[in-house]
């Protein structure tokens, strides 16, 4: 593993994968989702999460269009592409494996 | 099947990137709203709601900046952004910017020009098969007196070259060629002209890998029988022949002889020179005795090493077998030792030196110009140092800083760049034309390389005039910047010491550049002065030769000449009438060994003593007015069995009759005797002042023979033709009289005396001229920067110099200060550039004539011109420092 910073950012990338696994989500409503799902644990910042979602974007994991948003103002959603699936499962297992690494440190005392 | 999306959404930012971007505040924009929204839902004021949202949201532009960051392309990005910076910059001050590009397009352009001439004479390979491997091989002799400059290089005897082909075998093959001249007529009313011709052994072009286009090469036997089979070059084949191919295996009419045309040269055939118009074998035309002699030089010999053989074994076998000869010829001039060289260095021997010389001028003047439009760059950048320290400040990176400048400096020099490249097109025709001795064996134009070169230089002059200014204005920090600004009393103290450190540097070039263009123009001024020993100014020349087929014997060729020499003597304007064979300046001719007949014989190995040899007629020295000193003049009666006279030059008389008188006594030229044993003796009737045969080489001891006399001479006459006023106004009247008498008689070289001399002097005077012209374009250049940075310093000290001459600094005293401070660096760089230049001159020491290369005047001179070109550049602003109004100074900020 590489510094902190990049643990920080693969996370994102993992929570921004795995919450559109269901559906086409804006950038909002993405952010909300996080916060409701994690019960309020994890606040995604706006400076954070735009910057991710255009990485992940150009690096072909998921993909934009405009469509109408519920208030019925055009919003950028975004889904995943086949390539962002694999990628989520790739990330997912990472995670297991280095959350499990951590757990087994952390409970050793 | 990751890579479609990658690539749309890359072709998204890359071709729609504004439209990305306004998507991007869209985007951000939306997730305010619903923020706002949901604030209002939990019950806050609209007001209240907005504010709170703002609040977590940050700064938008940061986030908008940030998210753009993840996109692609952003160097490119930002490489245009720069770009369309630094070209508002520059069209912001149209004055300097034009005058950058101006500088750099002079100085890559006449680097690009001397660039190409260089690689096409110096460096491009010839067009023959594998020519690394081909050298040329050449007869010296051991004898100091023998070795002048020129000459160290001698032609090769046709003996000599028979033997070493047959009897060495470190080459593949040897081949030979040797010059000839012939007079082309028509079949059908065509001019005649005077042709240049080469005479080549059978082996010549296959050696060289060389195909003629149509027909073929020479076959050996009609090389060894002298058949009349010639090769034309493709010039001629296309201008006098209409490129048909039909000419081969017809004949053409050399001499007055028919010639069987067998083969047509191709188009990049212009070997050695593209003077020659047309090919025969090496022994047609030669007399077969002619052929066995050790001492009669006169051929080139191409040599192709064999596979695998160092060049220095395979000549030494050469100069080993020629040490053999010299030993079994001890009384003839056989040369002790063979020497080689390659065969492009062969072709530029006269202008190698002249060229490196040049490309290091103009190599010079391209620094002097980076190092100006560097020096301008910094007095820019010192305008910008609060633009550069805030942006610092702002967090901007030195690298990016740095990128910002460089981009300007790289506009800059690919402007110039473009415009000297284009300028170097022409440059490089009328230099190539104007060039005369240049080799022409390859065409010389702009290709891919020399492209290639210009565009490093474009690169080298803006690394080398961006770089520098930009490292040292982005090198304080934003600090000590921002707190120079506001009030500065004494300004960026390192700053002014680069830019005078540069200036230092560019004086002392210039100092060089100077002194060079100095010794060189001091040199051509010498040599274009010097005196002949004749008349040279109102005189008309012309070459002719009487072919041996209509002029079979001594009497028709006299009629001929007598004929001539009365009709154009005759014409009105014309003075005097000379005829010979080589005229004073018009070249070498040739030279034989002579031998004292009163004198006892020369012991065997000693040096030979050998002169010149000149015809003249009656009317010649007088006509030329070359001094009688002691004896007479040839007279009308100096011919048939009473011509066996001759004229001897002052020179041969002081080195061959020391302290004696020599009229009275004969010569005997043991290469004019004749076969069936009667000896070649001429009793000396007159000595002459001495001529140089050229200019910049010394006087050789010359023997005259008269003109109506066979004296070996061979068919070619020189006809001086001395008037009254411009001498190239009886030129036609003078062809006429030829047409007269036989309208199929071609002249040649139709000249005043003093152009041919002016021919002589091969490239001096241009050298001399253009050394000359980048020197002083240097020193504008040099003194433009000088004026620059003082007027800067000026400005920058305003408030100091207003407070000096407040509290009372005498107006003088403030000038002499300012003064000073421009005139050190002029003073440092001057002598430093005498230093270099002291150490430069021995470079050129082989190109000048009569001039010492320490020449103290030169030296003197070239430092006052400098020290008062700078003090004009510094006296301006330093002047205006001392006039300054010390109100308006302290209230100037």
């Known amino acids: 593993m590489g510094k902190p910073i990049d643990l920080v950012q693969g996370t994102l990338d993992l929570l921004i994968l795995k919450t559109l696994t269901l559906d086409p989500m804006h950038g909002w409503a993405i952010a909300k989702r996080i916060q409701q799902v994690s019960g309020d644990v994890l606040q995604v910042q706006q400076g954070s999460l735009y910057p991710a979602l255009h ?41 297991s494996r280095l959350s499990a690494a951590i757990n087994l440190i952390v409970s050793e005392a | 099947m990751r890579w479609p999306h990658q690539l749309a959404a890359k072709l998204r930012t890359l071709f729609a990137r504004s439209r990305a971007g306004s998507q991007l505040d869209d985007e951000l924009r939306f997730h305010l709203e619903r923020q ?8 806050m004021s609209p007001e209240e709601a907005r504010l709170a949202a703002l609040r977590a949201f940050g700064n ?50 006449a680097s690009t020009s001397l660039f190409t001439v260089v690689r096409s004479v110096l460096l491009r390979p010839l067009p023959f098969r594998d020519p690394a491997h081909l050298v040329m091989i050449y007869e010296h002799f051991r004898a100091p007196e023998l070795n002048q400059p020129n000459y160290d290089w001698n032609p090769v005897a046709p ?12 080459f593949e093959d040897m081949a030979a060629w040797r010059y000839a001249q012939f007079n082309l007529t028509g079949v059908r009313n065509e001019l005649p002209e005077v042709i240049m011709a080469r005479g080549g052994t059978y082996n010549l072009f296959p050696l060289l890998g060389v195909q003629p286009v149509y ?10 029988l002298g058949k009349n089979v010639a090769i034309l070059t493709w010039s001629l084949f296309e201008r006098r022949f209409s490129g048909d191919p039909a000419i081969v295996g017809q004949a053409i009419h050399l001499d007055g002889k028919p010639f069987t045309v067998v083969g047509i040269l191709p188009k990049d055939f212009t070997y050695p020179d593209s003077d020659v118009q047309i090919w025969v074998p090496y022994a047609t035309g030669v007399p077969p005795d002619v052929l ?26 050469v100069d080993a077998l020629q040490y053999q000869m010299h030993l079994q010829n001890l009384s003839a001039p056989v040369a002790e030792d063979a020497v080689s060289r390659g065969i492009t260095e062969d072709l530029s021997k006269d202008v190698r030196k002249p060229l490196l010389l040049l490309m290091g001028a103009v190599g010079c003047m391209l620094l002097i110009g980076c190092l100006n439009v560097a020096n301008l760059l910094i007095a820019r950048a010192a305008a910008r140092q609060k633009e550069v320290a805030i942006r610092g400040a702002l967090g901007a990176r030195r690298w990016t800083l740095v990128r910002g400048q460089l981009i300007e400096s790289l506009l800059i020099s690919v402007a110039g760049g473009a415009l000297g490249v284009a300028l170097s097109l022409s440059a490089t025709k009328w230099l190539a034309h104007a060039w005369k001795n240049l080799p022409t064996a390859q065409s010389i134009h702009v290709d891919g390389t020399v492209l290639a070169f210009a565009c490093a230089l474009v690169l080298a002059a803006a690394l080398l005039s961006g770089l520098l200014p930009a490292i040292s204005s982005t090198a304080k920090s934003a600090f000590s910047a921002m707190q120079s600004t506001a009030r500065t009393t004494s300004a960026g103290l390192g700053r002014t010491t680069l830019r005078k450190a540069l200036l230092t540097i560019e004086i002392s070039v210039t100092v060089v550049l100077l002194i060079a263009a100095g010794l060189l123009l001091k040199s051509f001024v010498r040599l274009r002065t010097t005196d002949v020993g004749a008349v040279t100014s109102n005189v008309l020349t012309l070459d002719y030769s009487l072919p041996a087929e209509k ?5 028709k060729m006299n009629a001929f000449n007598e004929e001539l020499l009365a009709r154009v003597r005759a014409l009105p304007g014309v003075r005097a009438v000379a005829l010979g064979s080589v005229l004073p300046g018009g070249g070498y001719g040739g030279d034989d060994i002579i031998l004292v007949v009163e004198h006892p014989p020369i012991r065997p190995g000693a040096l030979l003593p050998d002169a010149m040899n000149r015809i003249a007629d009656p009317g010649y020295f007088q006509a030329l007015g070359i001094p009688l000193l002691h004896g007479r003049f040839f007279t009308a009666d100096d011919r048939g069995a009473q011509g066996q006279k001759m004229i001897i030059s002052r020179l041969l008389a002081e080195k061959y009759f020391p302290g004696e008188d020599p009229i009275g006594k004969h010569l005997h030229v043991p ?35 008269p003109a109506f006399v066979d004296a070996h001479n061979g068919p070619g006459f020189a006809l001086a033709v001395r008037t009254a006023t411009d001498p190239l106004a009886i030129s036609i009247p003078v062809q006429k009289q030829f047409a007269a008498l036989d309208p199929e008689l071609p002249v040649s070289n139709v000249l005043t005396l003093d152009q041919v001399i002016g021919q002589s002097l091969g490239s001096a005077d241009l050298s001399a001229t253009l050394v000359l012209a980048f020197a002083v374009l240097s020193l504008i250049l040099a003194s433009v920067g000088l004026y620059g940075v003082l007027s800067y310093l000026a400005a920058q000290r305003t408030v100091e110099i207003g407070v000096r001459i407040a509290l009372g600094a005498q107006r003088r005293q403030v000038l002499r200060l300012m003064l000073f401070d421009g005139l050190r660096p002029a003073l440092f760089g001057l002598v430093l550039g005498l230093a270099a230049g002291a150490a430069a001159v021995r470079l050129i020491r082989s190109m000048l004539y009569e001039t010492q290369p320490l020449d103290p005047a030169i030296f003197a001179a070239v430092a006052a011109v400098l020290l008062l070109v700078a003090a004009l550049a510094c006296f301006t602003p330093a002047w205006r420092a001392a006039r300054l109004d010390p109100m308006q100074a302290l209230r100037s900020e």
């Not at chain 2, 706002?36 to 019950?43: L, S």
């Not at chain 2, 998210?67 to 910076?85: C, F, K, M, P």
């Not at chain 2, 003996?159 to 470190?170: L, M, N």
């Not at chain 2, 002029?551 to 009497?555: F, G, I, L």
């Open chain 2, 159 to 170: 003996a000599d070259y028979f033997d070493w082909r047959a009897r060495t075998h470190g």
């Open chain 2, 215 to 224: 027909g073929r090469s020479f076959t050996e036997d009609e090389d060894r």
């Open chain 2, 60 to 109: 938008p532009a940061l986030l908008r900046d940030q998210t753009r960051a993840s996109w692609s392309w952003n160097s490119l990005e930002s490489l245009l952004r720069d770009l369309r910076l630094s070209f508002r910059t520059l069209s912001r001050t149209p004055g300097f910017t034009l005058v950058s590009i101006a500088v750099i397009a002079l100085c890559i352009g």
């Open chain 2, 671 to 705: 290469a004019w005797d004749d076969p069936k044993g009667a000896q070649a003796v001429y009793e000396i009737v007159g000595e002459v002042g001495d001529t140089l045969y050229q200019v910049g080489q010394p006087d050789m001891a010359t023997m005259y023979t």
């Open chain 1, 55 to 95: 990485r992940l974007e150009q690096q072909g994991w998921i993909k934009a269009r405009w469509a109408e948003s519920e208030t019925g103002r055009q919003a950028r959603f975004y889904s995943l592409t086949i390539a962002g699936r694999k990628q989520l499962e790739a990330e997912t297992a990472n995670w």
């Open chain 2, 292 to 317: 066995r002699h050790h001492d009669f030089h006169f051929s080139r010999v191409v040599a192709r090493l064999k596979p695998g053989v160092s060049l220095a074994s395979a000549i030494a076998q």
């Open chain 2, 36 to 43: 706002v929204e949901e604030n209002r839902a939990a019950g």
């Open chain 2, 551 to 555: 002029y079979s014997t001594q009497e």
